[in-house]
């Protein structure tokens, strides 16, 4: 073994005692990981009731313009009840005089609102990440009443630098790869196509959209290797290269891992000066540091680990797996270095992607080996290219070519990716019990990999360069690293929960019995973005990727629209669904004409069911008791299928928009066929809990346990009507609302049954 190679191996793991700075920060950052998650909690209080209207004044730290919005960030600005962090939205017609300057002080009047917080699980919480990134509330239809004549001269020309090479880029790339580049050089993202994002996050590159360590290490070194190529003195480089790259995080906007990478690479060129060997594990750990410290909810943010996590897979990874292969061709053994990086870092944020992310596209890592080296020489033409159109254009059209034909080849690889089986693997939301059991288990085996090949290197693997191969590819490391994969996540679920999902204005209910699921009605008329936001999220935070029958209570928009999502984007959406089941009445194919020929065309079985027709999954059983076979009526709320479930001694009752007609129709039938519908243990309160139904002879007959209302919070309804509510009082339900708790879920157990809620 070579002396830096053995200094590498000794140092890097079993010596951390040698970097006694990165373990302190490593102890505080830990201690502060605890108080977060353990201790810490969200205040509750709410500073303005939205749509209150407010006056604010403070510096403008930032601003981005998207679309015809102009948005802008004050960091503690004065209000009557103190300080806070905002972003002010304004109208923008693209008059930049009328805008405000970065750093000037200014007067904004407009409503208050409140950043969205998670209802549901799987669901993005906007609220805890603006917390994450330090601001409170956003502003909308801001007026600006007056500003400040000084402001950061230097902060605004950046931020018309960047618009303008925005604009450039657009001239000499075109609005598909314009917008492309945009995003990965300077982080606009606002008009990037939703196309290109899905397919790059589907694919596993969505890493080279955003601003990353990767792109200022290239950018960085870029620069500084030219000014020494130019043979610039050390002392004038060093400066120069950390003034454009921290002007570079400022004009981009310095998230956290664009902070990381920049302080990482200031320490590495001050290093050779100030005459310190760099350690890249200490500078990442006062990284660490200096970001919770500055804000410990930077310790919700999904981008934090991600970025560090990627760093740490590289440089541990990277080093026990790595060799130089001395036997083989120098190609192959740089291709195989280049995979096992790639691994190292799947490997090491794997975890992550799950725990954020629910799914993980495992071609990623053969991707990953063309995308980054590409990248670099993306990164570079593009520079040139944009350069070049300021002097003279025609020189910027064969770089501008060349980036065409890379992001050209990143498309068809991403789509061939797509197109092969398992792309998408739905992993579900792993346990975080499950998150420290794994990256344990790597550590553990990192440390035995590095001690054997330590002490056992001058012995044997010197002598035998394909022993050493095999050693460094033993089959029981590679075999312990992908069983404690496989074991912790792989979705498992035992026993039935039947959620309640808060769709706001709408219905939408998942049952699970084992890893089958089955889900009734799925639609929103408050939300239209619920399925991207709401039930696909909520399903792969589940782990599930089928849906045995997807039930349909009657075809109203607030009760199907997310299932007309789906089947419209099938390819999109990574679930399978087996069969659709809806009311046996006598107009609906006519009523439901657009999901039956959508559904009919990707081969899914439909259903018609009515009463008398059952269901059946194992000891669980729904019976139909609504509508009658061919049932004729004008009001589609009158055919809602109405479902019995039973389950054991647990019984329920699944009611969609029942109207009091309907009530009367499925009574009858259950009173007439010996379907006990009394002393439910739970009832689905039938149309959001409005007072056409649920009549006070039908919930006195049902007198249920539990009462469960799926509505939006101030909806234009009314809904749920207070003679409803007062209805199930006086029978003792426990009603339960998704306004007010989010999500709930009845999880069955024998005959127990447990209601957890997502807010409480």
Known sequence: MSEEKR??????????????????????????????????????????????????????????????????????????????SVICYFSYDGNDGTMPETGSYISVSGKAGAFKEASNPGEFDLR?????????????????????????????????????LIRISLVCFGETDGTIINAMLFGDKASLDADVKDLYQSSGIAHILAISGLHISIIGMAIFTILRKLRIPLLICIPVSVFIIISYAYMIGPGVSVFRA????????????????????????????????????????????????????????SSVLSSDYEFMHPWIG??????????????????????????????????NILIIPLMSVLIILAIITMVSAFIFYPFAKIPGYVCHIILMIYENVCNISLNLPFSRIITGHPHFIKLCIYYLACITLICIS????????????????????????????????????????????????????????????????????????????SNDMMTDYVLEPYLEYNGISEISYWMVSHPDADHYSGLLDILNDYKKYNFKIRNIALPGSATIKEDAKDIIDTASSLGINIL?????????????????????????????????????????????????????????????????????????????????????SSMESTINLHNPRIAL?????????????????????????????????????LKLYHDNVTVNSYRQ
């Open 7 to 84: 200094f590498y191996l000794d140092g890097f793991i079993f010596n951390l005692k040698r970097r006694p700075l990165a373990l302190i920060c490593l102890i505080i950052v830990t201690g502060i990981f605890i108080y977060v998650h353990v201790f810490y909690k969200l205040p509750e209080t709410v500073l303005y009731e939205e749509g209150e209207y407010i006056t604010l004044t403070g510096y403008v730290t930032d601003k981005q313009i998207k679309d015809d919005k102009l948005l802008i960030y004050m960091k503690k600005a004065f209000c009557e009840s103190g300080s806070i």
């Open 128 to 164: 805890k990440y603006y917390k994450s990134l330090g601001y409170d509330m956003p502003v909308y239809k801001c007026k600006l009443n007056g500003k400040s004549a000084e402001y950061s001269r230097y902060r605004e020309y950046l931020f018309n630098l960047k618009q303008n």
């Open 262 to 317: 920049v302080f990482m690479f200031i320490m590495m060129l001050l290093a050779k000066p100030l005459h310190r060997t760099y350690d890249s594990l200490t500078a990442l750990s006062i990284a660490a540091l200096i970001l919770t410290v500055s804000n410990p909810l930077v310790l919700c943010n999904a981008g934090f680990y991600m970025s560090f996590m990627a760093v740490i897979g590289i440089r541990i990874f």
């Open 334 to 367: 740089k291709l195989i270095n280049s995979f096992l990086s790639c691994l190292s870092v799947s490997l090491f944020t794997f975890p992550l992607i799950a725990f954020y992310y629910y799914e993980f596209p495992p071609y990623s890592v053969l991707i």
């Open 450 to 525: 590095l001690y054997l090949a330590y002490h056992r290197e001058d012995d044997i693997l010197e002598k035998y360069g394909f022993h050493r191969f095999l050693l460094k590819f033993s089959f029981g490391k590679r075999l312990g690293i992908i069983l404690t994969l496989l074991v912790l996540f792989i979705p498992v679920h035992f026993g039935i929960d039947i959620t309640m999902i808060d769709v706001g204005q709408g219905d939408g209910l998942c049952i699970r019995y084992g890893n089958a699921a089955f889900m009734i009605d799925g639609g929103s008329s």
């Open 608 to 692: 018609y069911l009515s009463r008398g027709d059952t269901l059946k999954f194992k000891d669980l059983t729904f019976d139909v008791i609504n509508p009658p076979a061919g049932y004729l009526c004008e009001d589609k709320n009158e055919y809602s299928m109405v479902l019995y479930m039973q389950y054991g001694n647990i019984r329920g009752l699944l009611t969609g928009d029942a109207t009091m007609e309907s009530e009367k129709l499925y009574t009858e039938y259950a009173f007439n066929n010996n379907i006990n519908l009394s002393n439910l243990t739970f009832l689905k309160v039938a149309h959001h809990g409005s007072d056409t």
């Open 709 to 745: 209302i799926s509505c939006a919070a101030h909806n234009s309804y009314g809904h749920p009507k207070q003679v409803v509510i007062d209805r199930l009082k006086n029978t003792g339900a426990g009603i339960l609302l998704t306004p007010e708790l989010g999500a709930i879920t």
